[in-house]
């Protein structure tokens, strides 16, 4: 419901809105006719009572077909108003047949509130407005730039000269700054300060300036490490930006190198940001993907968890959807080695259980992380083996680093649903032989660790001492930044070709109707061989369940069967409870299509039940009127039309009972196929009528009407094959 109610300025609208335990979004649209420019800012103030949802911003043309759309993901509203600005860079094409391209003129704006975490709540909106900018043009000027002392020799203008073979260097230490006038308002997205080896400021702030007198504090630094600090400031711009530097890491003051003042969008995003670090790192210092690589990767989990982790080609292991990941490295002879270095190989276990493995090679040394999950549906936890082994002759003294840090496996390119890359860890905090992530997650050392560090991203995070094998000091960090890691440190001293074993848990979040406790895990010397025997006692289950396939093919075919096997592995993973999904990640919802088509392999391969307890769970979500939603998640049934879904929870039922003869189950479900064919019945229908005898639509006759039944529809609903194919099916099997 649209309204109006007390604003910032005036009256505000204020858009209430119920999503009924379902998926789905509130719109509140504006006719507007405006020419746009090349260069603009769309702004508004937003506040609201409503938990995390994704708030969009889209300009639509005269057609209503091509929207470009600004689409800010679990947007945390505030009960106090916030100013949000968007320029023509931070608006995108979204969809249309235009195909990309800038908009020269719209006929709407919409803001747009779509269900994230779901519920009911308001969100005011206020203060809209459209003006005209400038077009944008690189930065031309030469900065001032002014020091409040200076070294003999080593003055202000040095420090952004280009030339990191000359610095700026204070006279003395204690507060001092470094001024930099742009000469007119300049647009920046960060800074990548160089500072001088044993001069660099511990605690400093980055400061910006309209006027040059009144000053704010863009960032604080503190416990800097010096070498090279890198600055987000996304969306910055001011006419005036200063160093202000107040404790020293020696007696002699502050010398600094470079100052870098990066273009805007250098750090729009995290994702985009850490792009421009690692390509300032050796390569592997930094997951493949912020290389522009693909990383391929495999999940890991119990049939019908909630959760499970990720394990990629090099060794990272993620610890839940959207969660942080765990990243080994070896050092030995004072050389650090990196998935870059180690030529990764992969397998899995017995060639087909879902049971990952990627061995790294290093000379005479092997790294093989082994991945498994262990549990309940309610209760289960990621097991992770590092297996060093030593082919020499001589005993090598080898020191393990398990990395925990705030990445995905998943990469910045998969943003459906669930945006890959950074994942935020803002505490980190040894308890024991333990380490707790963000207050609510645990790394569980089995094997006892010779020590851990963390430290958060001002002070250089892990990366300024994995070169030297080296740990940071403290034992727990806070990092507002959400960029915190730590690493975990095993001296192993491995015989001659021997091998030594370290091991991780991470239990994943418990159900809360689960009241059983957990059995503690085993830690010490006992670890290795309590490790050794739940994997054995894993890989059997997995075995048993995918025993149900006999299929004897010729020794050079055999990877069909095993193909096969593990497929069948991964449906059972990828379930949530009883629901089937066809991913975990950017696909961890449930589709009809996909779970129709999904129980057809579970029923040709001896899984009824799972096909059973879908249909039962998803059949309830239809509508009165016969209606079968396409999808639905935690949030509920998706409002979205897709016209072969009605088919295809009939097809679903009768294929049910086609292999298991369940006349019992077949009568339960009988309403819901009825209703199903009702409906379909209706749409075809709105298709049967004189309009659709003419010669120009005859080709129309029968179908169900167009809908978005595919990705590629969004921009306008199509008739798809599928659509009327399973309109079909679902009749005869109705019938």
Known sequence: RIGTDTGRHGSAMRLDFDFHGNAGYAIARKAVDLTIPDNYEISFSVRGDTPPQNLELKLIDSTGDNVWWHNATNFAFTKRWTAVRYKARD????????????????????????????????????????????????????????????????????????????????????????????????????????????????????????????????????????????????????????????????????????VRVEPPGWADSANAFFRHVAADAPRGTYPRYFSNEQSYWTVVGISGGAHNG????????????????????????????TWADASPTQSLARGDLPIPSVRWSAGDLSLTITAFADGTAASSALIARYRVRNSGART????????????????????????????????????????????????????????????????????????????????????????????????LAVAPRGARDVAIEIPFPRDDRDTASPAPPLRGLRATAGVDRRLAAVAARWAKTLGTISLELPPAAMDVVRTLRTTLAYILIERNGVRLQPGTRAYSRSWIRDGALSSVALLRTGHPAAVREFAEWYAPFQSADGRVPCCVDWRGADPVPENDSHGELIFLIMEYYRYTHDRAFLARMWPHIARAAAYIDTLRAQRMTP??????????????????????????????????????RGLKDAA
């Open 691 to 728: 309009r659709y005898q003419a010669a120009d639509r005859r080709a129309y006759y029968g179908l169900v009407p167009q809908s978005i039944s595919h990705e590629g529809y969004s921009a306008k609903p199509m008739h798809s094959y599928w659509d009327d194919f399973f309109a079909l």
């Open 91 to 258: 608006i995108a094409f979204a969809w249309g047949p235009s195909g990309g391209g800038a908009p020269h003129r719209i006929a709407a704006i919409e803001i747009v509130v779509t269900a994230a975490h779901g519920g009911h709540g308001t969100v005011w909106v206020d203060d809209l407005s459209f003006r005209a900018l400038q077009p944008e043009r690189p930065y031309d000027l030469t900065p001032s730039i002014t020091a409040s002392s200076e070294a003999a020799g080593h003055d202000a203008r040095a420090a952004i000269d280009g030339d990191t073979a000359t610095w700026w260097q204070s006279a003395t230490g204690g507060a001092q700054t470094l001024t930099l006038d742009f000469l007119r308002d300049r647009e920046y997205g960060g800074l990548t300060i160089r500072w001088a080896p044993g001069a660099h400021a511990l605690d400093y702030d980055v400061d910006t300036s309209a006027d040059g007198v009144h000053w704010d504090i863009a960032h604080a630094v503190r416990g800097s490490d010096g070498g090279r600090d890198y600055i987000a400031l996304a969306g910055g711009e001011s006419r005036w930006l200063r160093i202000a530097m107040t404790r020293a890491v020696g007696s002699s003051g502050y010398a600094l190198r470079d």
């Open 310 to 337: 990720l394990l990629d080609e090099d060794g990272m292991l993620e610890s839940d959807k959207a969660g942080f990941s765990v990243e080994p490295f070896l050092f030995a002879d004072g050389h650090l080695t």
């Open 396 to 491: 090598r003294h080898v020191r393990l680093l398990l990395a925990i840090r705030p990445f995905q496996v998943n990469p910045p390119w998969q943003f459906l649903n669930v945006l890959g890359g950074v994942a935020p860890i803002t505490d980190l905090a040894r308890r024991a032989d333990t380490v707790v992530v963000n207050g609510d997650r645990s790394v569980i050392s089995l094997s006892r660790p010779t020590a851990f560090g963390a430290a958060t991203f001002d002070e250089g995070g892990i990366e300024s001492g994995l070169g030297g094998g080296r740990v940071p000091p403290r034992a727990s960090v806070t990092d507002s930044s959400g960029w915190a890691s730590g690493v975990l440190a095993f001296d």
